[in-house]
């Protein structure tokens, strides 16, 4: 498909990333997405809140208090058969989401759905079709999805073949521009240790699939011919497969984007635990978090390290004690604030916390339920994520800019709006006019020119049911 080869990420990485290159995404507000969707039935109250023409609920919170996609049955059947709970697997920060939920009770029958949290719609993903049945996706975390970088509101799902295995060679993948699904075979492919599923992002114009026992596999799925590279963890970090417990991997490691680089996490001096299901360890007073940036995905030095932090003075923090948070007992990693990769979280139990990792200080404490039918162990960064929203889904406050804090700047979800793409892309435009005298603007001057561009008038999402005529009129 020379086409796709013609729009390589690559070559559109300016018009994709243009607005992180100037600095806006730093702004944007986020919630702590929790990974299992809320489904309700016709009779329950939030139920009663999806309204006529659209498919979810989107229950949108400030962190750290959670955020959940909420789904009707229509969606999910039977959405406890068999520990088969619908799941998030991948989110983009234009507001889109694929997540699959099982159909049918006594089999597999898994489904896969693009959300737009625009138009709060769910599209099904067409099935692979026979002829490729081999390459069918798997309900695994290890399905990517990339925006086109020049073609606006268009997406590529994609999941590496074999799923398991210690070599890849086939990308199967969707096109929402051509409706179809199609293979790639990659023109080069590293050996490897058989690879886990611990997420897929998209960053700089790649989608790059994460193991963090090893490390990531990262090509440009534009390409004709994807090139497909291997990307250790830091020296000193890659696991012997002899002593992988990959049930503790996501309690103490993850890899997620902040500040628009990809960040490594983990909580390192723990004895790897013989019982498969037992909490997180307590004692150590030497366990310590530490975080690498990649900064040089293809030359000798991937990583640099930035910060080592001991739990003993995590523990000392006069906050992390009126929290109520237990002493001595090291948390489970939750994610990074993707404006602040100084702030990591973390879960005690349903305690969902901030802790500033230069200052050794808690930040503020939530509870966070992944899902009441499911324990404690699910308490971690393998079912919450932080989901960074479009502009498109704000609402301009200038007083949100004097915020304190490591959330200087951001914006709280009571400000969020709904907006269509080519509501933003005007805004958007007229601001570049507007602006094209001055050499730099503050957060709060774009703000406030924002401000004074929008329509004056917006219906929230989350308004009372007298206002639900207005919403339904929503694009």
């Not at 995404?25 to 986020?30: A, E, F, H, T, V």
């Not at 406890?80 to 159909?103: E, M, W």
């Not at 114009?205 to 994460?210: E, P, S, T």
Request: proline letters at 9%.
């Amino acid at each position: 498909m020379s086409s796709e080869a013609a729009e390589s990420s690559r070559a559109g990485q300016v018009e994709e990333s243009g607005e992180e290159k100037a600095g806006w995404s730093r702004q944007r507000p986020w919630v702590a997405l929790v990974s299992v969707p809320v489904v309700v039935s016709n009779e329950d109250e939030q139920a009663q809140k999806i309204l006529p023409g659209t498919d979810v609920l989107l229950d949108f919170q400030d962190p750290p208090r959670p955020s959940y996609l909420v789904l009707p049955e229509r969606i999910v059947p039977d959405p406890k058969f068999d520990n088969c709970f619908p799941y998030i697997v991948a989110t983009h920060p234009s507001g889109r989401l694929i997540f699959h939920a099982t159909q049918s009770r006594g089999n597999l029958n898994t489904a896969y759905f693009l959300c737009d949290a625009h138009s709060r719609t769910a599209t099904r993903l067409p099935d692979v079709p026979v002829s490729q049945l081999r390459f069918n996706l798997r309900p695994r975390r290890s399905i990517g999805l990339i925006a086109y970088p020049r073609r606006t509101g268009h997406y590529i799902v994609a999941q590496l073949h074999p799923t398991s295995s210690t070599r890849h060679d086939t990308l199967l993948y969707y096109s929402t521009h051509t409706h179809e699904w199609a293979v790639k075979r990659l023109a080069s492919s590293p050996d490897h240790k058989p690879w886990g599923a611990h997420g897929v992002f998209s960053h700089d114009g790649m989608l790059w699939w994460v193991d963090v026992a090893y490390g990531m596999l990262t090509c440009d799925p534009f390409a004709d011919l994807p090139h497909l590279r291997f990307v250790p963890l830091p020296f000193g970090s890659e696991m012997d497969d002899a002593v992988v417990h990959r049930v503790f991997l996501d309690q103490r490691r993850c890899v997620r984007p902040s500040e628009g680089k990809l960040r490594y996490v983990e909580i390192r001096g723990l004895p790897l635990p013989h019982d498969p299901t037992a909490a997180v360890s307590s004692l150590p007073d030497y366990a310590a978090v530490c975080m690498w940036t990649l900064v040089d995905p293809e030359g000798p030095n991937h990583w640099e390290f930035e910060y080592e932090a001991p739990f003993s003075e995590i523990w000392a923090d006069e906050g992390y004690i009126k929290a109520g948070l237990p002493p001595q007992k090291v948390p489970a990693l939750a994610l990074v604030h993707p404006n602040n990769h100084a702030v990591v979280y973390f879960f005690h139990g349903t305690s969902l916390f901030a802790v500033d990792m230069r200052a050794r200080r808690v930040l503020d404490c939530e509870e966070c339920l992944i899902d009441h039918h499911l324990q404690l162990q699910f308490q971690t960064s393998r079912f919450v994520d932080a989901w960074e929203l479009p502009p498109t889904l704000l609402r301009i406050d200038p007083s949100a800019a004097g915020m304190e804090g490591p959330e200087d700047g951001e914006l709280s979800m009571t400000d969020l709006m709904w907006g269509s793409d080519e509501e933003l892309a005007s805004l958007m435009s007229q601001m570049e006019l507007k602006s094209q005298a001055d050499e730099e603007l503050s957060l709060v001057e774009l703000m406030n020119m924002l401000k004074d561009l929008a329509p004056s008038s917006e219906s929230s999402p989350w308004s009372s049911p007298s206002d639900a005529s207005d919403q339904a009129d929503e694009p």
